[in-house]
């Protein structure tokens, strides 16, 4: 006897309705089939119960993988952080607030608007976009941008400028900068950037942004508010000035970023973005390793070492479905679980 002839009309009209919306999911209907039990005494109503139970349970799984696949962005410790991070395919990050974007990918026109571009490596999915980049601004009469370089392959880039400049008759407008381990360059009177060392398979760097602080010298804290405005209108110099670090981009990276003492700002900013290009057995540490690339697992074993308020993962294999991303993630060591975010625009999810 077909289920639906069991019940009264309203509810067959229900579960009718119900049943359209789980043809929309049937990955997890492979997984968990439904089934309804009939028998005496208070089996027909348990066996309705449980179909809607699951129906509802189920519909409700399929909303948060959508709302999941339809987000195209964080939003972690005051800062949005927007982007796409595809492995072999495209990365481009950016942080509006601070004006800033990591790596170029193919020239989205989100990136188009921040002034500053902080390139970590010259693969084309992450710098092949920069031709683009810099002639969209041009096109809008925007100012030339700012491009940061690893100082390596700036020549490359000003020859590869130049060919375009070439080829397509335009000014391609652009303040480029080699910017180098140990150096410093200033973004606005309250931030700052620096470059810290990556392990990929072609030279790279990461960026660090700053916040610029003062703070009283300790030798001055005990004056009054009159006596320190007196210090202050003699010349004395009466504050210290503390870098904080806000954001840290690691680009393609092995995990040997982690353990390197030079790297201490990057695994101590608020916010650390970085890679996880792999997340399971399919592919093992020493492949990724091999490849200049992060393994999750990795990421686990380094726990110890993340002293961030928050973590965004990055740059996983197109491999992966959204739902295995959130799965591997879901795996972490609940201290680390709880400060995990994984960027998942451009990755598709079995719901679709």
Known sequence: MAAASLFSPPSALLLSRTATRLSRFQTLAARKPVASTVGGGGGKGGGLLSVLDRALADEEEYRRARAQVQRKGVEVEGYAIEGISVGGHETCITVPSLNVAFDIGRGPQFAVSQDYLFVTHAHLDHIGGLPMYIATRGLYNLKPPTVFVPPCIRDDVEELLQVHRRMSQIELNVELVALDLGETYEIRNDLVARPFQTYHAIPSQGYIIYSIR??????????????????????????????????AFTGDTNSDFILDPRNADALRAKVLITEATFLDDHIDVEHAREHGHMHLSEIMEHSQWFRNETIVLTHFSNRYSLEDIRQAVSRLQPKLHSKVVALTEGFKSEYR
């Open 214 to 247: 003062r703070k009283l010298k300790k030798q001055y804290a005990h004056l009054k508010g009159s006596q320190i405005m007196k210090l202050k209108q003699s010349g004395t110099e009466i504050t210290d000035t503390i870098l904080y670090p806000e954001v």
